[in-house]
């Protein structure tokens, strides 16, 4: 009896030590389960941060309206144009007839096809802002689950968010820049088989609001080294596959005209980039740009970035490699995010490498022998660079942190100043971005109503060439089909927006022939500065009434200034249909070049930029 019940006592404790066992097991299940919860909870805390943040950048523009200030090189000169234009013919063939004298659509293609909808209506900073305001949210979203994803770290996720999605891209760009780290991020959670839906989705609307010019191009090239690279290790991402295939399918959709054109299929447009003449440049010098800076309108802004994060992460594979010599303990995801951060400037430093090859003076002759291939643009690929940069940077930093807590001493130190460096330079990139973009000249604008830069009305003379529309109606009795217009010191893409008939305009594809005989209109212009005369023959994307009174100047403030000796060839000009010549400044000598002015007064309004001078053409027989 003593035995069993010592065997009693014995079962009984073994018994209790199970019940402590299973607690202190239920207990850990609780705990894991609220570090989950308070990491998931931070998690939400820096998305919809950011998300807010995004949000109150486009602010000043709703407020502004039509008063905004809104960069206009490369967006309200063009790409605005080719939306509205494409809007208005949106199943009407392949011509754009208003385009300087009748042109194809592909002398105007979209960058964000999608997007076109948007300007059915033509409110054209109604348009521009939910581009905007979709860009930032996309790009902040993508930049925060691909860096959550590959660190860990939420707050690190929120931080390159933030930083990406401040980022001034102009937004008729739609998704080519700000869209590319939620591609990535979908392609990486296909390859693990999630997300399967969501991520097929995201890419056919990336696809659709993006441009394979652009960035498309380089996506494709690096989604497909990594569909190899997974076969060459046995994985078989077929989704991945998948969604390459569907995004190259959307891609061939909407640009299938401009690349027949390209590859020689059916009847051929004998484009003006045959003409180009190709340049090469100094291949270091241009790799340095390339890597430092970006291409234009494609920059990540990562100046500051890159040279702390070249100088951090090869001490953070150094202290890796002292601490594994002594087998010391640290972090798995030390390793990780290195790995990642090399991986991403490797990458980076690819497309850097090739477009700086295919630029450089050691490519020209072959470039040129190739003729309109040779003027294709390789420095576009970097579109998708700044993505790889700002990722790079997050893992960098993931990786001074991963080092910071599993070391002490000298090495904490060290790891701790990488981190503060690393957190100025990003602090600095921001003020400097926000310096930079159109937020900060429109809070300037809010602040005082006089602040001396060209807003949107401004640009496209809002409330001026309405006058000039009613008076050429008046006088003629015509529609605006029915006559052609080119402008002097005004952008043609004022005329364009205006519902106008041109000649002249910014087009990267139309036809040599207009390009020929639009030369013979303003030669002499062009033979009196060569720096003119090199734009237009050997570029000639704008297809421009220069003067060689004011080369750098396409918009003249009124009455600051006026034509006193302008020449161009009236006769060619009329040979090519022209009807009216729209001029932002007085000329001086119209008479002998064969022009009449048509109203003393110009047009304008009292806050107007433009004072307008309409002139026409005197009969060719009274010509002196």
């Known amino acids: 009896m003593e035995r069993k019940r010592r065997n009693g006592e014995v079962l009984d404790g073994e018994a209790l030590n199970g019940k402590v ?32 943040l995004m949000a109150l950048m486009a602010v000043p ?94 707050w690190i996720g929120g931080a390159a968010g933030a930083l990406y999605g401040l980022l001034p891209y102009l937004p008729v760009y739609g998704l080519s820049l700000y869209g590319v780290p939620m591609l990535v991020w979908c392609a990486l959670e296909l390859r693990k088989g999630r997300h399967k839906a969501l991520s097929y989705c995201y890419t056919v609307f990336f696809g659709m609001a993006s441009s394979l010019v652009l960035s498309g191009f380089a996506l494709l090239g690096l989604g497909a080294l990594l569909f190899f690279w997974d076969l060459c290790r046995r994985r078989r991402p077929w989704h991945f596959l998948g969604a390459w295939l569907v995004l190259l399918s959307v891609y061939v959709a909407e640009d299938f005209q401009l690349l027949g054109q390209m590859l020689g299929w059916g009847e051929q447009l004998v484009s003006h980039k045959s003409e180009r003449v190709v340049h090469g440049m100094p291949f270091w010098e241009t790799l340095r740009q390339w890597v430092f800076v970006g291409v234009f309108n494609g920059e990540g802004y990562q100046e500051l970035l890159l040279p702390v994060l070249l100088g951090a992460v090869p001490a953070a594979l150094l202290a890796v490699w002292v601490l594994g010599k002594k087998k010391a303990d640290f972090s798995p995801g030390l390793v990780h995010d290195l790995k990642y951060a090399c991986l991403c400037l490797g990458c980076g430093l690819f497309l850097a490498l090739m477009s700086a090859l295919w630029d450089s003076s050691w490519l020209e002759g072959l470039r040129r022998a190739m003729g309109t291939l040779g003027a294709f643009q390789a420095d576009r690929c970097l579109w998708a660079a700044p993505c790889l ?119 990267n594809n139309y036809a040599l022939a207009h390009k020929h005989a639009f030369r013979k209109v303003i030669g002499p212009e062009l033979e009196k500065n060569e720096y003119l005369r090199v734009l237009f023959d050997e570029w000639g994307n704008r297809c421009y009434l220069f003067s060689s009174e004011c080369p750098n100047y396409i918009t003249v403030e009124k009455h600051g200034f006026f034509f006193q000796n302008y020449e161009l060839d009236a006769g060619a000009l009329r040979d090519m249909g022209c009807d009216w010549l729209l001029s932002a400044a007085y000329i001086q000598n119209a008479e002998s070049q064969g022009l009449v002015l048509m109203r003393e007064e110009p047009f304008e309004t009292e806050d107007s930029y433009y004072a307008i001078y309409v002139y026409g053409f005197a009969d060719p027989e009274e010509e002196p």
């Open 21 to 52: 066992l299973d607690r202190k097991a239920s207990d850990g299940k609780v705990q894991d389960r609220e570090a989950r919860d308070r990491k998931a909870q931070n998690g939400r805390i820096w998305f919809w941060a950011g998300i807010c």
């Open 389 to 507: 940069w700002h990722l790079a940077f997050a893992c960098g930093a993931a990786a001074l942190w991963e080092l910071w807590r599993c070391c002490g001493g000298a090495r904490r130190l060290a790891a701790g100043c990488g981190l503060l460096a690393m957190g100025l330079a990003a602090g600095a990139t921001g003020v400097r971005v926000l310096l930079l973009s159109d937020t900060k000249s429109n809070l300037q604008k809010l602040r005082n109503p006089e602040y001396d830069m060209i807003s949107y009305k401004d640009y496209y003379a809002i409330g001026v060439l309405e006058q000039v529309r009613d008076f050429l109606k008046e006088q003629t009795g015509l529609a605006q089909e029915e006559y052609r217009v080119v402008s002097l010191g005004i952008d043609p893409a004022a005329a364009y927006y205006h519902g106008f008939y041109c000649l002249d305009g910014y087009s």
């Open 61 to 154: 523009a709703l407020i502004l309206g039509e008063d905004a200030i809104i960069t206009y090189h490369d967006q309200l000169d063009v790409e605005v144009i080719g939306y509205l234009l494409h809007g208005r013919h949106l199943f009407s063939g392949d011509m754009l007839p208003e385009f300087m004298g009748g042109s194809l659509k592909t002398a105007l293609t979209m960058p964000a096809p999608l997007c076109v909808l948007l300007f059915l209506g033509e409110n054209v900073p109604g348009a521009l802002l939910v581009m905007q305001l979709v860009g930032r949210l996309t790009g902040f979203a993508g930049m925060y689950l691909l860096s959550r994803e590959l660190t860990g770290h939420a």
